[in-house]
């Protein structure tokens, strides 16, 4: 099994930008595709970002594109999310998540490992 911790959030002004940082450990050489989802208060958690294993590959939620950047360091055993621009509609509890699949996947129930999240809240 992959454990995963997420570190970075905080709180931050509207317009600011913020890095987000997930760590494995555990059994790593079974992480492949990556992701970011995110829980708003009241609201279902949805996909924010994922990447392949590779790295190569990254697929965005519409909603971010062109603001938020997700990466990966394999040696290091870390992935990251860069949030720039951020919006008061962005204030959410955000996890990291693993799969065995190298291909990044899109859907919650595709992924098999999820850290226990960090919070965001954006100030308008």
């Known amino acids: 099994q992959v454990q995963l911790a997420e570190s970075g959030g905080g709180l931050v002004q509207a317009g600011g930008s913020l890095r987000l940082t997930c760590v494995a450990s555990?059994?790593?050489?079974?992480?492949?595709?990556m992701g970011w989802f995110r829980q708003a208060p009241g609201k279902e958690r949805e996909f924010v970002a994922t990447?392949?294993?590779?790295?190569?590959?990254?697929v965005y939620a519409d909603s971010v594109k062109g603001r938020f950047t997700i990466s990966r360091d394999n040696v290091k055993k870390m992935m990251y999310l860069q949030m720039n621009s951020l919006k008061p509609e962005n204030t959410a509890v955000y996890h990291c998540?693993?799969?065995?699949?190298?291909?990044?996947?899109?859907?919650?129930?595709?992924?098999?490992?999820w850290g226990q999240g960090t919070q965001v809240p954006v100030s308008s």
């Open positions: 998540s693993g799969a065995k699949t190298v291909e990044p996947l899109l859907t919650q129930s595709d992924y098999d490992d």
């Open positions: 555990g059994r790593t050489i079974s992480l492949g595709a």
């Open positions: 990447i392949s294993w590779s790295g190569g590959t990254t």
